[in-house]
């Protein structure tokens, strides 16, 4: 037993690097605190780790799906292939955050420390397979976060969000606990095997059963934002620093939506008594969660607001790929995850940089962008264009993969509804490309902060957006081949 | 002898309790009380179901490790509270309202 334990380890290796890169950041957090050059030092460590890891996820994929640590976690390639877009969106908000003057200079340590911890919560979460450690990955990524929403010390809006976050946070976690306590009570076990088991072998409609998976939804709903539980979403988007907005809406969405999956798809794959009922209320949640989110974005002054919203719009999207798993949906989720990734990146990259222009997110200080600045103009409109989904951009293929995986398992209805809010989504995307290429800048100064390596940064970032939309057969091929470990 | 029935009713007094508090009272603090009595609930539970019906030590590590992460929480709530109190010098739940829909023109 003990001997397979350590066995287990070498499949562990990238959250192990993980673990250790953000005590190093620790130790040198503490070593040089008061060195102006430790900044440096402290992102050159986050960055080796990062690709380190990204590395060893790598090898990772060629493992045989299987159950390890006595079956609390699960290596799989679907998995594997999440977690490499964790750490692909945690990279990228590194340098978004080394830019910022939304984070104080001497708190840009404290900010690797945290994403990097979030990280860890939200590789957990990602390849739970038992509620304990799912319970331990959602508070891991949970109770960072707070911290990391009020990372901006002397605002009160930082504050303000951070203790809504933290209040809606607590008791959402209570009340999925309270569904997974009395999962226990039924089914006799912690483990997802047995659970599925007697899932399974209900013989009718089972009130408890589906009233305790409601609350066990409720915990994993609100990390990802969906409808009912979204309220907090915009609040703390808007009340936290940049480079915090976006690392929120790329790796504890990416987590959440990876363990709704696996929960969906294990639990209820098969057809049993209960299968039907737990897949209308997905689809209803999903229905929802992209009409409230797309048409509450319409008319926000704020753009991390916008941006919020437009997340939420993008989440309802992803649960219809969640709807058809086992069917197409997975690599449709794979690769809506990754190119949401760089789409939301760039996004927030540009609005960094007008926040440090002008200290204000409003979507006036947009005006003009495209010829003050007309790499990160251009850059913007892309991302634009490809959240709305409009060809030739990633955002497009990415769509239309999912909208197609859900027309082939026959959820017309559905399509029909995702088919509308594209369209509702086209409004606000395009109203703020409007202001920007048309109207003209308030000011003509420039933007100290952007850099050559800025623009470098850009760029990289841009380039998959539109390299994914043309050629993404391969690496559509690679997601198809990914798999889920079913107990 | 007390039943399950007795440990579950408790749980289930002890959250709608947690969860009364938590839309009820105006004060951030008694908020977060009330947070840890939802998740004492389940805790609850799990030890009740441990001893009764599964026969496994399961709920006992589950509660112990509920009792660990709530304490962290406490304490990072607690923190944040601090923080909105040097800045608001109130913890009235009221006052958390700067954030909210703003209507472009």
Not at chain 1, 77 to 94: D, E, N, Q, R, Y
Request: hydrophobic letters at 55%; a neutral charge.
């Amino acid at each position: 037993m003990t001997t397979n334990l350590l066995a287990n380890l070498s499949f562990y290796i990238p959250e192990m690097i993980v673990i250790v890169t953000m005590m190093s950041l620790l130790f040198m957090e503490t070593a040089y605190a008061n060195n102006e050059r430790r900044r440096t030092f402290v992102y050159v460590t986050g960055v080796i780790g990062m690709l380190l890891c990204l590395f060893s996820l790598f090898k990772n994929l060629g493992v045989e799906a299987q159950g390890i640590f006595a079956n609390a976690v699960v290596v799989d390639s679907f998995s594997t292939m999440m977690k490499i877009t964790m750490v692909i969106g945690t990279l990228g908000t590194f340098y978004i955050s080394h830019k910022s003057i939304d984070i104080y200079d001497e708190l840009k340590s404290e900010y690797l420390i945290m994403a990097v911890g979030v990280l860890i919560g939200g590789m957990l979460l990602a390849s739970s397979n038992n509620m304990l450690t799912l319970y331990l990955g959602v508070e891991t990524l949970s109770i960072l976060s707070y911290v990391m929403t009020s990372l901006k010390r002397r605002d009160n809006l930082s504050s303000e969000a951070a203790i809504k976050y933290a209040l809606y946070g607590g008791v959402t976690a209570g009340i999925m606990l309270f569904g997974m306590s009395h999962l226990y009570g039924m089914f006799g076990s912690i483990q997802f095997g047995p659970i599925i088991e007697g899932i399974k072998g209900l013989e009718s409609f089972n009130v408890a059963a589906v009233i305790s998976l409601l609350l066990f939804f409720v915990g994993i709903g609100y990390k990802i934002a969906c409808f009912p539980f979204h309220m907090w979403s915009p609040d703390v988007y808007q009340g936290s620093p940049v480079p915090v907005t976006a690392f929120f809406s790329i790796v504890p969405k990416i987590a959440g939506i990876a363990v709704v999956a696996r929960v969906t798809y294990s639990f209820f794959g098969t057809e049993t008594v209960n299968t039907h009922i737990w897949n209308s209320l997905i689809a209803l949640i999903a229905a929802l969660t992209m009409t409230v989110g797309n048409l509450s974005a319409l008319n926000q002054k704020s753009v991390k607001r916008m941006l919020a919203f437009s997340s939420i719009g993008h989440v309802g999207l992803i649960l219809m790929g969640v709807l058809t798993f086992g069917n197409n949906g997975m690599s449709a989720i794979l690769f809506y995850t990754l190119i949401y990734t760089f789409m939301t990146l760039v996004a927030f990259f540009v609005t960094t940089m007008v926040v440090n222009r002008t200290g204000s997110d409003d979507a006036v200080y947009f005006r003009g962008l495209m010829k003050t600045h007309p790499i990160l103009g251009m850059s913007f409109l892309i991302a634009l264009f490809s959240l709305a989904g409009l060809p030739p951009f990633g955002g497009f293929v990415a769509k239309f993969n999912i909208i197609s995986s859900a027309v082939g398992n026959g959820l017309y209805t559905l399509s029909i509804v995702a088919a509308i809010n594209s369209v509702i989504s086209l409004v606000y995307y395009l109203k703020l490309a409007r202001s920007m290429v048309f109207d003209t800048a308030d000011s003509e100064e420039t933007i100290e902060s952007y850099s050559l390596a800025s623009r470098v940064y850009v760029i990289g970032m841009v380039i998959p957006i539109i390299f994914l939309g043309l050629f993404w057969n391969n690496i559509y091929h690679l997601y198809s081949s990914a798999k889920l470990y079913l107990n | 002898m007390v039943s399950l029935q007795a440990y579950l009713i408790v749980s289930l007094i002890l959250l709608i309790t947690g969860l009364v508090i938590m839309i009820s009272r105006k004060n951030i603090v008694a908020i977060l009380l009330g947070i840890e009595l939802i998740l004492n609930s389940a805790a609850l539970n799990f030890v009740a179901y441990s001893k009764y019906t599964t026969n496994n030590l399961d709920g006992h590590i589950f509660s112990l490790f509920i009792i660990v992460i709530a304490a962290a929480e406490a304490a990072v709530g607690l923190a944040i509270v601090i923080r909105f109190f040097q800045i608001k010098e109130t913890i009235h739940i009221d006052e958390v309202s700067e954030l909210r829909e703003e209507i472009a023109r």
